[in-house]
C-alpha cells in the first residue's frame, strides 16, 4: 500500500514535466512559424533582389504590366519583386535576365 502513495504522485509529476516539455517545443514552433522570413538578413537580401529588378527595369523604361506579360505572371507578381514582398522563381529570374537583356549572373551581381 505504502508503494502506490509514493509511486502516484511520482508519475503525476512526470506526466506533468512530459506535457509542460510538448507545450513548450509546440509555443516555439509556433513563434517560429510566425515569425516566416522577418529576420533581417533575409528582408534584406530581398530588398536588394527587388531594387535590382526595379532599377533594370526602369533604366529600360518598361513598365510593370510589360514584364509581367512578357513573362506571363501578373503585375502584382512583379510588383512584390519589387517591394521585397517576394522573390521570383529561378525560371523567371532566368526570363527577367533574358528580358532585360543581361546576364543572370551580371542580374544578381549587385544583390547583397
Given at each position: 500500500?505504502?508503494?502506490?502513495?509514493?509511486?502516484?504522485?511520482?508519475?503525476?509529476?512526470?506526466?506533468?514535466?512530459?506535457?509542460?516539455v510538448i507545450?513548450?517545443?509546440?509555443?516555439?514552433?509556433?513563434?517560429?512559424?510566425?515569425?516566416?522570413?522577418k529576420?533581417?538578413?533575409?528582408?534584406?537580401?530581398?530588398?536588394?533582389?527587388?531594387?535590382?529588378?526595379?532599377?533594370?527595369?526602369l533604366?529600360?523604361?518598361m513598365?510593370q504590366?510589360?514584364v509581367?506579360e512578357?513573362?506571363?505572371?501578373s503585375?502584382q507578381?512583379v510588383?512584390?519583386?519589387?517591394?521585397?514582398?517576394?522573390?521570383?522563381?529561378?525560371?523567371?529570374?532566368l526570363?527577367?535576365?533574358k528580358?532585360?537583356?543581361?546576364?543572370p549572373?551580371?542580374?544578381?551581381?549587385?544583390?547583397?
Open positions: 500500500m505504502r508503494f502506490g502513495l509514493i509511486v502516484l504522485p511520482l508519475m503525476i509529476a512526470v506526466y506533468g514535466v512530459f506535457f509542460y507545450y513548450l517545443i509546440i509555443r516555439a514552433l509556433r513563434k517560429y512559424i510566425s515569425e516566416g522570413d529576420r533581417p538578413e533575409t528582408a534584406a537580401v530581398r530588398k536588394s533582389l527587388g531594387e535590382t529588378i526595379k532599377a533594370h527595369r533604366e529600360r523604361n513598365t504590366e510589360f509581367a512578357r513573362l506571363g505572371v503585375r507578381a510588383s512584390k519583386w519589387e517591394s521585397g514582398a517576394s522573390e521570383p522563381s529561378t525560371s523567371n529570374l526570363a527577367l535576365a528580358l532585360f537583356d543581361i546576364s549572373e551580371e542580374l544578381l551581381r549587385d544583390v547583397e
